[in-house]
């Protein structure tokens, strides 16, 4: 009934296990009515029995490094402090396994951990390296792409050689030609001055971190399109320019720069309109608003037209003599009404006469001393003290 395998571990048909014992190397049994309760010692299920003594302090400082490493925040300082304590606490282990336990094995991994950390550690520093620009560069990082969160690294890679170029102008030479130039490109003014012109009139002009070709590059339809003004430069320029193949590729890969930098071109393009619209003066010295195109003309439209109507009414009621009773307005009313050519209120007949009320020159020249009168004893008019009743 009872068996001893190899391992000296017993075995019985039926048996049950209830009860484990720190005992020693020994196993016992008990026969019951229908199995078999074995005692096993720890020693038989591979736990240990006897523990060493605490390693030396140089895996203590190791782990102590680990400890720290993996509690600090994960911001940029973050990460660099954390692969320095991680760099020190594997030398710490692989000083540890060669010369405490002299474990090859231990010592190999410990020391390809440490080679890790440390390219992990000059990567992310020269990742952190300062990126410093041109003074004109510089300029429209700060004034342009640096409030929209843009980082340098990521600025850089806009104005690299792989995707954009510096240019320069002289005076009067031209950057666009009106009808010839085709726009497939984006320009942005670095410094001097440069002149915005339509078949010999002036425009506006463009300064220094300003678009050149905002509108063009906006409303592009096809490739074949072409400016529809000339931009010249009224003085020495430097200018950075994208072309716009080079622009859709980079804003595949960076999506982030291609909604700014449509965001600033949208905002050069509102900047370009205000600049038009105040050139453009209604005959009554004021500027259209250009926010509104179509309210502005119907409210202009309705204007004139019920000035037109007003003055053909005065006209139509010059004509007629003018006395001060009600069928003089009545007649009047009727004359407009057959020589205009609309009916008002839709009404014609229903219409009742209103009664002429006297002038306040009329009133006063009849009712003076009392209206004087009136007047004198009125806190309305003479004081801020209230009437008692």
Not at 15 to 40: H, K, M, R, S
Not at 233 to 259: N, V
Not at 268 to 275: F, G, S, V
């Amino acid at each position: 009934m009872r068996e001893m395998s190899a391992g000296g571990i017993l075995h019985d048909r039926g048996a049950t296990l209830v009860q484990v014992l720190p005992a020693a190397d020994n196993v016992t049994w008990e026969e019951g009515p229908f199995n078999f309760t074995n005692y096993i010692s720890f020693g038989t299920l591979g736990w240990c029995t006897v523990w060493q003594e605490s390693q030396h302090w140089l895996f203590q400082v190791a782990n102590t490094c680990f400890l720290v490493s993996y509690a600090v925040p994960t911001n940029r300082y973050g990460i660099v402090f954390m692969h320095s304590l991680l760099i020190v606490g594997f030398m710490f282990f692989t000083t540890w396994a060669w010369k405490i336990v002299c474990a090859p094995d231990v010592f190999t991994w410990n020391l390809c951990f440490l080679s890790i950390n440390a390219f992990q550690l000059i990567y992310v520093i020269y990742q952190m390296r300062p990126v410093q620009f041109d003074p004109e560069l510089e300029e429209v990082f700060q004034l342009l792409f640096k409030p929209f969160k843009v980082t340098r690294l990521q600025f850089k890679k806009l104005v690299s050689e792989q995707f954009a170029q510096i240019m320069s102008l002289h005076a009067g030479e031209a950057y666009a030609m009106q009808n010839l130039t085709k726009t497939d490109r984006l320009g942005l003014l670095l410094s001097g001055k440069v002149n915005v012109m339509q078949d010999q009139q002036f425009l506006h002009p463009i300064n220094a971190c300003e678009f050149l070709d905002s509108p063009e590059f906006e409303s592009r339809a096809s490739s074949e399109d072409k400016f529809k003004v000339s931009i010249v430069a009224a003085t020495t320029c430097r200018y950075l320019y994208w072309q716009r193949s080079a622009l859709e590729y980079l804003f595949i890969k960076e999506t982030y720069l291609a909604t700014v930098l449509a965001t600033l071109v949208a905002r050069d393009i509102t900047t370009k309109l205000y600049a038009m619209n105040n050139k453009i003066i209604t005959e009554k010295g004021s500027h259209l608003d250009i926010r509104l195109p179509s309210i502005t003309s119907t409210l202009s439209a309705n204007r004139d037209a019920a000035s037109r109507a007003l003055k053909k009414h005065n006209v139509i009621l010059n004509t007629n003599t003018h006395t001060s009773s009600p069928n003089s307005t009545n007649d009047s009313r009727e004359l407009l009404i057959k020589k205009s050519d609309f009916v008002p209120n839709g009404k014609v007949v229903e219409m009742t006469p209103v009664k002429e009320v006297a002038s306040f020159d009329d009133i006063k020249s009849s009712h003076g001393s009392e209206i004087d009168t009136w007047l004198d004893a009125s806190s309305k008019f003479n004081s801020c003290e209230l009437i008692e009743t």
